[in-house]
């Protein structure tokens, strides 16, 4: 069987007007008052056949039937056109019933869209979009000052309660505010075609917000631990709690300390190179802007210890 689609060099079953437009370039090609070849006017012929069974919508849907027929069974037609056998029949149906499903879920999916969209609309009127991302910027910065300020948490103490509540308004807020930019971004997508995938960088906005956020905090706190401890900082003792074996190194470390009538407690793994005083106690260097930020004395700094806190220093060290 003739597949007069491809005489003409076009995808089969295009439509009437890509058959007019592929015949007109191919018979400008192949005329025989412009091609002098032998072969012309015999291309010409064929054309002009193809171009007669495609012409129209009626004959382009007979021979269009008859095409379907031979593609699925290798085998042309031996019936006419015009009768109809039940596979084709089958066929056809099955096709119009997905195509009118398809059509009906993508009429669906567009009002659906232009219903949330109308909703969206209504809203910004009430509360702009500068607005709510102000709101989500606001609680975004007060949890990340509450992780701030009870970021050096206490031993039994509700810091790590209140910095998990600092993360989750942080990224509350951090999602919001993506959701709202989302939505925003999607509203004036109706106007114009954005040139990226709006839900990856959406995505990669989340993340990145999140993560710039909580290691701002670490390296800020991290950076204020380690000035003061080496510039303004204080000594005293603390006191190791009964019911622990400290013979042996990195054991998980109990020890309490009073600065300025405050009890602060802690938990650290003790090795050989911090300074272990006579009855089950250590040195402690605190900082003087939170007492609760600490670490322990290692031996290297015992002279300085002991000096600070009046105490004598063995006759070993």
Known sequence: MVNHYKVLGVPNFSSVKEVR???IAQIRKYHP??????????ISKVLNVAKEALETESRKAKYDRQLQFYLRTGSKPRYNPSTKTKTDNKYR????????????????????????????????????????????????????IIIYTNYYVEYES?????????????????????????????FRKNRRTLGYNLDKRT????????????????????????????????????IIYKGHDYNEYGDNLLY?????????????????????????????????????????????????FYESVNLESPIND
């Open 33 to 42: 008052d412009v091609n002098k070849s032998i072969k012309a006017e015999e």
């Open 203 to 238: 995505t990669n906005f989340i993340i990145g917000i999140v993560l710039l956020g909580i290691f701002s905090i670490i390296i800020i706190n991290e950076a204020k631990r380690s000035y003061h401890l080496k510039y303004n900082y204080g000594h005293t003792v603390a």
């Open 256 to 304: 309490g300390y009073f600065v300025d009538g405050v009890h602060y407690v802690h938990r650290a793994e003790l090795y050989d190179y911090h300074l272990i005083l006579d009855g089950g106690k250590i040195g402690i260097k605190y900082a003087f802007f939170n007492p609760n930020v600490c670490s322990i004395v290692t031996k290297k700094q015992s002279k300085e």
């Open 21 to 23: 437009k592929a015949y």
């Open 158 to 186: 509700n810091m790590a309660v209140l910095i998990v509540f600092g993360a989750v308004m942080f990224f509350g807020a951090t999602m919001v505010a993506a959701n709202e930019a989302y939505k925003d971004i999607d």
């Open 93 to 144: 149906k099955t096709q119009s019933t997905k195509q009118s499903r398809a059509a009906q879920k993508k009429r669906k999916e567009e009002f659906e869209r232009k219903k949330k969209l109308n909703q969206y609309k209504k809203s910004i009127e009430q509360f702009p979009v500068a607005a709510r991302f102000l709101v989500c910027g606001i609680f975004g910065v007060l949890g990340l």
